[in-house]
């Protein structure tokens, strides 16, 4: 504990100094037409705030009237996507992504989207986009055991699935900027929830064009911003996950979209990418927006004993309930994945 305080209170004037520009240096002007279709009739779909950290701010998410995509509007500038993935996956963070990524359940969802390719290819060279610390090749390999695995992030995570093991190739860069010089290179490239956290997606699609051999095949894995639990928990809904995802895209708009970028839907599929969480995420984002803030480099002191006190009983309290719920969204899960209730859907494509 006292480690942990010691690296937040060392960060602490590197929040305060960004935080002092003001939050507005943080996004885009607001788009007034939507980026996937251009149309101008626009609607707010929800207003939120940043359940997962508990970083300052309002987000909010616009739906297109005539095509269904939403967006985040406005949208984080370069300068908010640091400061708002700062010491999320990596920093602080770290060790509990970590943990995450190598849960049971975490390594069951992977495996399953590696068992996803085998009725259409024996890939032998595979590029994972938005590898994060590659715990989904290090499992993909148990399904794939002659293929090589190569890891493409943006944050340092790959560089640490490098010097792990779990890929053979480190790509630390952009996957629109790097895209020319692996031109041709792979025969399967997949972007598990990666698409959804991207500026231009259509970019990351015609990126994929161009690295993957003729042939090859694109698989991807995003929310669903259709899912009957969108509706239904309304903003504390998980896969909202503001302010990192920036565009939710219908099923049907990417299957177009990957038409125009010269690939064939071979593929679609609901029911395996669901992720029976709703019910839990949902009610830990309500906890997180009524519990004080624990010690966190982005406020300007750190709470003090009554309040670190006040915080840790109620995480005490409510964990059975999250047990119970995380209980009943397993239970649910064969339903959800059945009907419109599923999270996220999947969507396998061939380069022509």
């Not at 149309?39 to 909010?60: A, E, I, N, Y």
């Not at 031109?183 to 690295?211: I, N």
């Not at 059975?320 to 009907?339: E, H, I, K, N, Q």
Request: aromatic share 8%; glycine share 8%; with cysteine.
């Amino acid at each position: 504990m006292r480690a942990h305080a010691e690296r937040v209170a060392a960060r602490r004037p590197l929040y305060a100094k960004e935080l002092e520009r003001g939050l507005e240096a943080f996004f885009m002007p607001r788009r007034t037409t939507c980026p996937w279709c251009a149309s101008p009739h626009l609607s707010v779909r929800l207003r939120t705030r940043d359940h997962l950290q508990g970083k300052p701010g309002t987000f909010v998410v616009e739906e297109c009237l005539d095509c269904g995509h939403l967006f985040q509007n406005p949208r984080l500038s370069e300068d908010g996507l640091r400061f708002y993935y700062r010491d999320c996956y990596e920093g602080l963070g770290e060790a509990t992504m970590a943990r995450l990524g190598s849960s049971p359940p975490a390594k069951r969802l992977y495996r399953s989207r590696a068992r996803a390719l085998v009725p259409f290819t024996r890939p032998s060279q595979w590029l994972d986009v938005g590898t994060g610390h590659g715990h989904f090749c290090a499992e993909a390999r148990r399904i794939h055991p002659d293929t090589v695995f190569h890891g493409l992030d943006r944050g340092e995570g790959v560089e640490l699935a490098l010097g792990n093991g779990r890929v053979t190739v480190a790509h630390q860069d952009s996957f629109t900027g790097l895209a020319a010089r692996l031109a041709g290179r792979y025969d399967v490239v997949s972007m598990f929830h990666y698409l959804e956290h991207t500026t231009a997606p259509r970019e990351e699609l015609r990126a994929a064009h161009t690295v993957l051999e003729p042939g090859g095949h694109l698989v991807v894995e995003v929310p669903d911003p259709r899912s009957s639990a969108a509706r239904m928990l309304g903003r504390w809904w998980g896969p909202w996950l503001q302010p990192q995802h920036l565009h939710l895209i219908p099923r049907d708009n990417l299957c177009r979209a990957l038409d125009r970028e010269g690939f064939t839907v071979i593929a679609t599929d609901r029911r395996g990418p669901h992720v029976p969480t709703d019910l839990t995420s949902a009610a830990a984002n309500a906890l997180t927006a009524l519990l004080p803030s624990g010690d966190v480099p982005w406020l300007p002191q750190r709470p003090g004993p009554l309040t670190r006190s006040v915080r840790a009983l109620a995480l005490a309290a409510a964990a059975p309930v999250l047990l119970v719920l995380f209980g009943l969204d397993s239970l649910l899960a064969p339903f959800a994945r059945r009907t419109s209730l599923s999270n996220a859907y999947r969507v396998i494509a061939r380069r022509n």
